[in-house]
């Protein structure tokens, strides 16, 4: 009988199931019994009102769902093979490529060939290999654009330091370096070096602006080299680590329930100047309002992000606009309109000073400090749910408190008279603010009443893609 280890199961099931059971109140365990049961009895879904809420991430609404991969044949990779000595579990790489169904092609390199064969790997792939650029046979109809084009993926395996500097620098003096300047399709490298060559600051130069350009990496691992008495990070991925990762990008797209939905976030601090050197501010770390963008925009919105300073990359795919104060926050959010749904996470300066200073102030010997008049900062979030005709469809605040935690939100949610209040504890003992993890409440107005559901921890990213898929689900059943 096979045993499960449920700490190696995928990222994202591993959520599924410790949200199920922290809301069941069961162990993790006892939850994949319960779902083998159910599936068996022919009810793998959860039923009733006390499960409905469960804030369980939908397949759709979740990138990291595991797909099953294509078992057509009609994944297709161009295998550049580069010249090093990994090249040998190059063709192990085409033959667990070739048991997924997947059709591989290969480009070998002038090195790769002192270490493997054309015959070799065409042998393999069942097709044949290409290994010139000025190859009258295949070059007739720009054979370079047919390999980079004619495939879901490109992969580089071994990808040596030499072939990542001439990518990173835009060569294309052979044919695997013209195939790979002229890709349209994703690009994946699994470099194999010597570990003082990948440590090389030249090298890591490279991976950097190739990492920049938007091409992924799979390894390199650490372990024995070739060299005798070698060892450290530089050896090749294992072929069935290259596979697996190859097959991520084969996989069909998951649905974009969001997609061609507006949907426009606050999130960070705001900093009001007292003068040119010193402001107000919070300890906001902007993550969770981050990470709702990054869970929108993989549920296929149109994302605009508006943050106050954060130490923070901007998410990918999302349009990012970056303010410092309360007043620059409400001007662009209300640019940015109209949106059909509106998320405020940004933890908003209460207040500013009246008079910001135009110079530095100051310290006088024997004098007081000066003392620093406040006046309220415009509610970003109020205004916007006052909107008459350009009110997003569903705005969404939060509630940062530290007591009286449900009652400061429903107040909260009635004062500012949006839809649903997403709320936080936020005292120091809790880590929430600047940590990755949340314990958040959801309110929201139903048929005049509001309703309060209770999540368990989570981490941040798992609250952004549980709120999204709730999005989705009320998207779906409107009031
Ligand atoms: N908010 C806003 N503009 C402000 C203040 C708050 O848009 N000037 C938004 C926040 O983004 C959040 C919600 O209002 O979605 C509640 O913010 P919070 O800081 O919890 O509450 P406050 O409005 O500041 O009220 P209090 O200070 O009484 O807690």
């Not at 093979?81 to 070998?108: F, N, P, T």
């Not at 996470?345 to 008079?355: E, F, K, S, Y």
Request: hydrophobic residues 45%; neutral net charge; proline residues 6%.
């Amino acid at each position: 009988m096979a045993s499960l280890t449920i700490r190696k199961l995928d990222d994202a099931i591993k959520s599924y199931l410790r949200l199920r059971s922290a809301k069941n109140g069961r162990s993790v365990e006892e939850e994949v019994r319960v779902i083998l049961r159910e599936y068996l009895e022919g009810s793998p879904t959860p039923s009733g009102a006390a499960l409905a809420r469960v804030p369980v991430v939908p397949a759709e609404a979740s990138a990291s769902v595991p797909q099953p991969a294509r078992r057509t044949g009609d994944g297709r990779i161009t295998l550049i093979i580069g010249g090093g000595i990994a090249a040998y579990k190059s063709l192990d790489l085409i033959r667990r490529l070739k048991e997924r169904h997947i059709q591989v092609r290969c480009v070998l390199t002038k090195a790769a060939q002192q270490f493997v064969t054309p015959l070799a790997a065409s042998a393999l792939s069942g097709a044949r290999s290409y290994t010139d650029l000025f190859d009258a046979e295949s070059e007739f109809d720009a054979g370079h654009i047919r390999l980079a084009r004619d495939c879901d993926l490109i992969v580089v395996a071994p990808a040596t330091a030499d072939l990542m500097a001439k990518m990173a620098n835009g060569h294309a003096d052979d044919l695997a370096t013209a195939v790979l300047l002229a890709a349209t399709r994703p690009i994946l490298l699994a470099p194999a070096m010597n570990p003082a060559m990948w440590s090389n600051a030249a090298t890591r130069r490279n991976a950097e602006q190739l990492r920049r350009d938007g091409i992924h990496f799979v390894g390199p691992n650490a372990g024995e080299m070739a060299e005798a008495g070698e060892a450290g990070v530089g050896r090749m991925a294992e072929p069935l680590e290259i596979a697996a990762s190859a097959e991520r990008f084969l996989r069909p797209k998951p649905p974009q329930p969001l997609a061609g939905k507006r949907v426009l976030i606050t999130a960070g601090p705001t900093q009001e100047a007292i003068d040119p050197v010193r402001y107000i501010s919070n300890r906001s770390s902007g993550k969770q309002g981050f990470a709702i963008a990054a869970a929108a925009r993989a549920a296929g919105a149109d994302v605009t992000l508006i943050t106050g300073p954060v130490e923070l990359d901007d998410p990918k795919g999302v349009a990012v606009i970056h303010v410092e104060s309360a007043r620059q926050m409400l001007d662009k959010v209300e640019a940015m309109l109209p949106a059909d749904i509106a998320i405020f996470a940004a933890a908003v300066a209460d207040w500013r000073v009246a008079h910001e200073g135009g110079q530095k102030m100051k310290k006088t010997a024997g004098q007081l400090p000066p003392p620093l008049q406040l006046v309220e900062n415009p509610d970003i979030l109020a205004t916007i749910s006052r909107l008459k005709e350009k009110r997003p469809g569903l705005v969404i605040g939060f509630a940062a408190e530290t007591e009286h935690l449900i009652d400061n939100a429903k107040a909260k949610l009635k004062r500012k008279g949006c839809d649903w209040i997403v709320a936080n504890d936020v005292s120091p003992a809790t880590g929430t603010f600047g940590g990755d993890r949340n314990t958040i409440h959801l309110l929201r107005r139903e048929d005049g009443e509001i309703s309060v559901d209770d999540w368990p921890v989570m981490t941040k990213d798992e609250v952004a893609v549980a709120l999204i898929a709730q999005i989705v689900e009320a998207l779906r059943t409107p009031a």
